[in-house]
């Protein structure tokens, strides 16, 4: 094939993408695309912005591997070059995530994470450590909601398991960048010691590997497997909740690890005092090391997240277009970033210029203020922290007047507000009995007819639940 018809051959392939994606679709991410080169079975294309590379990357991925094996031969590459400054016409070449390179290596598609072969130990170099490469500390834009975290996060990645940050254990909401940190501190410590084995898993993966290997019969290939990791990044470890079998394991994969100098890497939607169903004695080990929280992100942090977002994207937002998308979208980063990409696609697609219209038509579309569901969890937490008492300590057997009120406040807004039963509010909540519950939900009844005071600061903490 001749190389150097790049333009015929990308033009082929836009006939195909054509037949498969509608017209606007179409205009607004292909036309746009210009091919540079096709040399050694890679094609190179450039794109206008890091906006367009990663719509293409995350919603295209699969067309674009379909019209290049149709059109060029099965095998071919996609490269990126990206425009980054338009006007200095400076730009940069990007290679595709692990997603797009066309899995030239197996066309089985099958992936590594959902069978893990992995198993027979394999070598530092042969290890894919599932990191996402697009999560890094530079782009992780520090604030005062998320200092602690980042700073212990750079701690660990310059010397995994010789600080006091082992294991880390990072939790808030969902959206806030737990994710995106602890794929930054394990690019990091790939790029400063490639000799380590570094392994970064959803504990729901980590569950389904586990229940595999017991079908499998090979538990001990699963543990041994663990066993040899360097460092180790679990995400999302509330999901064992109540799994005992995967709890127990874990226990001992995680003390191998730590008495062994391995760093741990732990996220979850919460701290280790509110993780219900979970084993004390994991619990414990949990918070050997540092428990640091990742708040939602303030308003200042929210505007530099999104200077950040439009500068990487090549985009020009106005400045009263930014403040308004900070001072209305308030949950998560994930949010922000959101809103940033629809805004952008609706401005292309409908020729619209970016003012403070399209914003507020865009915030109201895309960020839908739904009644999350109250749990039982989320309703002890608040009391707690409108009476300023340690989560840790209802958890006790401390009869203390505070204490004591915190527990009957919170069974008695939970089986309010809840479908939650009496024994399992009484579970979260102190570890008591469904009887315990029901006089504290009687106690705070007779307390609301006749105590004006303590009324209004029940009624407080609910309308903090509405919030």
Not at 51 to 68: C, N, T
Not at 88 to 107: A, M
Not at 253 to 264: D, E, M, T
Request: charged share 25%; aromatic share 8%.
């Amino acid at each position: 094939m001749n190389e150097s018809n790049h333009v015929e051959l990308w033009n082929r392939c836009l006939n195909f993408i054509k037949d498969n994606v509608s017209e606007s679709a179409y205009k607004t991410w292909f036309v746009p695309v210009v091919p540079l080169k096709y040399e050694n079975k890679a094609l190179t294309i450039q794109v206008p912005s890091q906006f367009f590379y990663e719509i293409l990357e995350e919603k295209y991925v699969e067309l674009l591997r379909s019209a290049l094996y149709k059109e060029i031969g099965r095998g071919t590459q996609l490269m990126y070059r990206v425009s980054i400054d338009n006007t200095n016409k400076i730009s940069v070449d990007q290679e595709p995530s692990h997603r797009t390179i066309l899995q030239n290596r197996n066309d089985k598609a099958t992936d590594a994470r959902e069978t893990p072969s992995v198993l027979q130990a394999p070598a530092p170099q042969d290890l894919d450590p599932h990191l996402n490469l697009n999560y890094n500390f530079d782009n992780f834009i520090e604030g005062e909601s998320n200092k602690l975290s980042r700073t212990a996060g750079e701690t660990v990645a310059l010397n995994p398991a010789k600080s006091t940050f082992n294991p880390l254990f990072i939790y808030g909401p969902s959206g806030v960048g737990k994710t995106h940190l602890v794929n930054a501190i394990g690019a990091k410590i790939k790029e400063l010691y490639p000799g380590m084995k570094v392994l970064y898993i959803s504990a729901h993966l980590f569950q389904v590997q586990y229940t595999n290997s017991v079908r499998n019969n090979k538990v001990n290939d699963f543990i041994r497997f663990y066993q040899g990791i360097d460092v180790l990044i679990l995400d999302d470890i509330q999901e064992f909740a109540s799994l005992t079998k995967t709890q127990n394991t874990f226990f001992h994969i995680f003390n191998h690890l730590h008495l062994n100098g391995k760093q741990l890497i732990m996220t979850s939607d919460r701290p280790p005092v509110l993780l219900q169903g979970m084993e004390d004695r994991l619990l414990t080990r949990f918070k050997w090391g540092l428990v640091a929280e990742l708040e939602k992100p303030n308003l200042e942090l929210r505007k530099r997240i999104l200077r950040e977002k439009i500068r990487r994207d090549g985009l020009v937002f106005p400045g009263e277009v930014i403040n308004y998308i900070a001072e209305n979208v308030d949950d998560s980063v994930r949010d922000l970033e959101g809103v940033v990409v629809s805004i952008m696609a609706r401005s292309v697609i409908l020729n619209k210029d970016i003012d403070l219209d399209l914003a507020r038509y865009v915030v109201k579309e895309s960020v839908r203020h739904e009644t999350v569901p109250l749990t039982v969890e989320g309703i002890l937490e608040k009391v707690c922290k409108h009476f300023e008492v340690d989560p840790a300590s209802i958890q006790t057997k401390s009869r203390k007047r505070e204490v004591v009120q915190v527990r009957q406040i919170a069974m008695y807004l939970s089986k309010k507000h809840t479908d939650s039963s009496t024994s399992k509010i009484g579970l979260v909540v102190g570890k008591k009995d469904h009887a315990t519950v029901l006089h504290a939900c009687k106690m705070v009844k007779n307390l609301l007819e006749v105590d004006k005071g303590f009324r209004m600061e029940v009624e407080e903490i609910e309308s903090s639940l509405k919030g």
